[in-house]
């Protein structure tokens, strides 16, 4: 499930098959998720965190790919349940790299 604001970007990653199914939602795309990777800038992290929070399961685990920690990781104790697992990781793309392709 792919989640995104730019519904031109979302629909590009359905047609390039980055993703099986697409939301503006981010709680719909968490619902009943077993892992969820946050690609955004990190700035919105605390905001999607907020929002997904509610809707993981108990066994999901949540990771980013964000060039920080303390705030990822300060934002993840403030919104995420205790049953939450979150694993801060390495940034996998660069900063001049923008989209899902």
Do not use: N, W
Not at 21 to 36: F, G, M, S, Y
Not at 73 to 96: D, I, R
């Amino acid at each position: 499930m792919g989640y995104g604001h730019r519904r031109e970007t979302l629909e590009k990653a359905l047609q390039i098959g980055a993703v099986d199914e697409i939301t503006q939602d981010p709680a719909e795309a968490a619902k009943d998720a077993e892992l969820v990777i946050l690609c955004t800038p990190v700035g919105t992290f605390g905001d999607i965190l907020s929002r997904i929070g509610p809707a993981l399961s108990p066994r999901a685990i949540v990771t980013d790919v964000g060039s920080t920690k303390r705030s990822v990781v300060a934002a993840a104790v403030k919104y995420l349940p205790a049953t939450a697992h979150f694993v801060g990781s390495h940034p996998m793309a660069g900063s001049e790299k923008r989209g899902v392709e």
